[in-house]
């Protein structure tokens, strides 16, 4: 991965190619993104950048032997950590890791590098079951940091969404966070730094990935995926700037119709003052068959208030609703009260976070249900 084949965050790209240069490098680095939007990428490209024996105007040749290991990701000083689970795709009895799934991660992370974290645990074979990156995982990262580099280079070890490490496995990294050996990198990638271990966050330098104009999701998806053009032009215009949920509505729109044939239902009866059909569209909600489809719901609900907050302040335009999806979003925006766009997404993502930490999906979405229906 190259800089040149990313686009977007060129001031991130100029960035992280100065600090290679001036080899001014930040031992723990944080990329914060909107899911999907490319931080994996740039990391990639930054690794490759560093380790490149012929870079010149502020990119990687992408042709020495050391691009070649890395784009291919079997770079020997380049390391993955991830959230895991028990699942299909290994023993039984082995205990589930990252190194134990390392090949379906390659596969996935140079198909997609743009990849969700459901379309992770699908790739893992462990969908329907939360991952988490466990203290093994940490024993893990303190066993190869021990070693020297079998390059002679930097090592970086990437950490992938380090919101999903516990407690246990923070504390034990804690140290070697704050004082790695020489040439040593942590290469942390996170949707939500606010649940980070603070311990941990507070050690990172920390660069913001931004979301793509839809010009360059578009241009993405037609070179590097083989979108058409009338194709890529659409999904682009309701990906939120995220080349991840682009591919992912282009890949699942069965899932994403029976989101919003669902939604439209629970809204419309909460309208039309049903309290009855609210609260059994909640449990078809809570019937969904994994926690993480439940909690993809919520995400995907939350996204729709967004689109009915900017038709309602005449920003359609800029709502990323389809021509289909917008007279529903503008019927909605017509009929509810000027405060229950805040107070609905607020209900949409603490719903989310219970159903994290294993709340009764049941008692959720019928709160959820009652509280649309109050603030409608």
């Not at 993809?296 to 967004?306: E, H, K, L, V, Y």
């Amino acid at each position: 991965m190259r800089f040149a084949d990313i686009k977007g965050n060129d001031e991130i790209k100029r960035v992280l190619a100065g600090m290679a240069d001036s080899g001014r490098i930040p031992h723990a680095m944080l990329f914060y993104e909107n899911e999907g939007c490319g931080a994996l990428p740039l990391l990639l490209a930054f690794y490759q950048y560093l380790c490149c024996t012929d870079r010149h105007d502020g990119d990687s040749c992408g042709k020495c032997p050391s691009c070649s290991k890395v784009s291919r990701l079997i770079h020997p000083d380049l390391h993955f950590v991830y959230p895991v689970n028990s699942g299909s795709k290994i023993s039984s009895s082995a205990k589930p890791s990252s190194e134990s799934y390392l090949p379906y991660w390659r596969e996935l992370c140079i198909s997609n590098p743009y990849f969700l974290e459901s379309e992770l645990y699908n790739a893992l074979g462990i969908e329907g079951k939360s991952g988490n990156i466990a203290v093994s995982e940490a024993k893990f990262i303190l066993d190869k940091l021990s070693l020297t580099s079998v390059q002679d280079g930097y090592k970086a070890v990437v950490v992938w969404l380090p919101e999903k490490m516990n407690a246990e496995s923070g504390n034990k990294l804690l140290k070697i966070v704050e004082e790695p050996p020489e040439n040593t990198l942590f290469l942390f990638v996170t949707h939500a730094p606010e649940k980070m271990l603070q311990t941990i966050f507070s050690r990172c330098q920390s660069l913001r990935v931004l979301p793509a104009r839809k010009d360059e999701v578009a241009s993405v998806l037609e070179g590097q995926f083989s979108i058409s053009p009338e194709q890529a032009s659409v999904y682009a215009g309701i990906s939120g700037g995220s080349v991840g949920v682009a591919l992912n509505h282009l890949g699942e729109r069965e899932e994403y119709n029976e989101f919003l044939d669902l939604f439209s239902d629970f809204i419309g009866a909460a309208m039309g003052k049903d309290l009855m059909s609210a609260l059994e569209a909640a449990e078809t909600m809570a019937a969904l068959d994994s926690r993480e489809k439940q909690k993809a719901f919520c995400n995907f609900a939350g996204d729709c208030i967004r689109k009915i907050f900017m038709v309602k302040s005449n920003m359609a335009q800029i709502s990323n609703a389809t021509e289909q999806e917008l007279p529903f979003f503008a019927k909605v925006a017509g009929h509810c009260r000027d405060t229950f766009c805040e107070k609905a997404l607020g209900c949409f993502d603490n719903a989310a976070q219970l159903i994290e930490r294993n709340v009764n999906p049941k008692i959720v979405f019928c709160d959820l249900a009652d509280r649309i229906f109050i603030y409608i």
